[in-house]
T-cell receptor, first 111, second 114 residues
Framework: NAGVTQTPKFRILKIGQSMTLQCTQD?????MYWYRQDPGMGLKLIYY???????DKGEVPNGYNVSRSTTEDFPLRLELAAPSQTSVYFC??????????FGDGTRLSIL | GENVEQHPSTLSVQEGDSAVIKCTYS??????FPWYKQELGKGPQLIIDIRSNVGEKKDQRIAVTLNKTAKHFSLHITETQPEDSAVYFC?????????????FGQGTTLQVKP
């Protein structure tokens, strides 16, 4: 099993551009999550999903959108990139009451 | 909602010494507490976890203790080695719904000096 795979690993965007961060998992997990991690800080939840077709806001959802059309995929969309969205983004997945498994992150810079 | 506080933010120990990281949580409905290790350039990796029906769990040099009454849980690493150097995060399961959401502490940067 590959676990949780995130692409791309690195990206530089200009202010106002849009992009989609991809996340896929092959563990048949119902639950999926997107976090951002700013330098020297903990993980803040952006959006999460408890199953295909269901998404909900986390702690810091502004400026982001998600969709969950399949169990495996949970893409995160930035519509109008802003410098405040420069961060490392982690995707994770789990089943009910089990630990979350993380991908290796996407490092995003917005200039 | 749940709030998790983690201390210290940085910890430096000599190789072979023990390291202890402490966390407190606010939601008495939380019943699951994982610890993650994050190495540079990598995602967090689960190293140990504990559920609210036990007070202590060990896995080789790593142990976690839980005090439900005081809402404290701690990570203990014995006989530290340079490869233990990393950022460690505690987390608590959000007890407000069946979402699997974890609330993370702010992280502890552990440095083990050879």
């Amino acid at each position: 099993n590959a676990g949780v795979t995130q692409t791309p690993k690195f990206r530089i965007l200009k202010i106002g551009q849009s992009m989609t961060l991809q996340c896929t998992q092959d563990m048949n997990h119902n639950y999926m999550y997107w976090y951002r991690q700013d330098p020297g800080m903990g993980l803040k939840l952006i959006y999460y999903s408890v199953g295909a077709g269901i998404t909900d806001k986390g702690e810091v959802p502004n400026g982001y959108n998600v969709s969950r059309s399949t169990t495996e995929d949970f893409p995160l969309r930035l519509e109008l990139a802003a410098p405040s969205q420069t961060s490392v983004y982690f995707c994770a997945s789990s089943t009910s009451n089990q630990p979350q498994h993380f991908g290796d992150g996407t490092r995003l810079s917005i200039l | 909602g749940e709030n998790v506080e983690q201390h210290p933010s940085t910890l430096s120990v000599q190789e072979g010494d023990s390291a202890v990281i402490k966390c407190t949580y606010s939601d008495s409905a939380s019943n699951y507490f994982p610890w993650y290790k994050q190495e540079l350039g990598k995602g967090p990796q689960l190293i140990i976890d504990i559920r609210s029906n036990v007070g202590e769990k060990k896995d080789q040099r790593i142990a976690v203790t839980l005090n439900k009454t005081a809402k404290h849980f701690s990570l203990h690493i014995t006989e530290t080695q340079p490869e233990d150097s990393a950022v460690y995060f505690c987390a608590a399961l959000d007890g407000s719904g069946n979402t699997g959401k974890l609330i993370f502490g702010q992280g502890t940067t552990l440095q083990v000096k050879p």
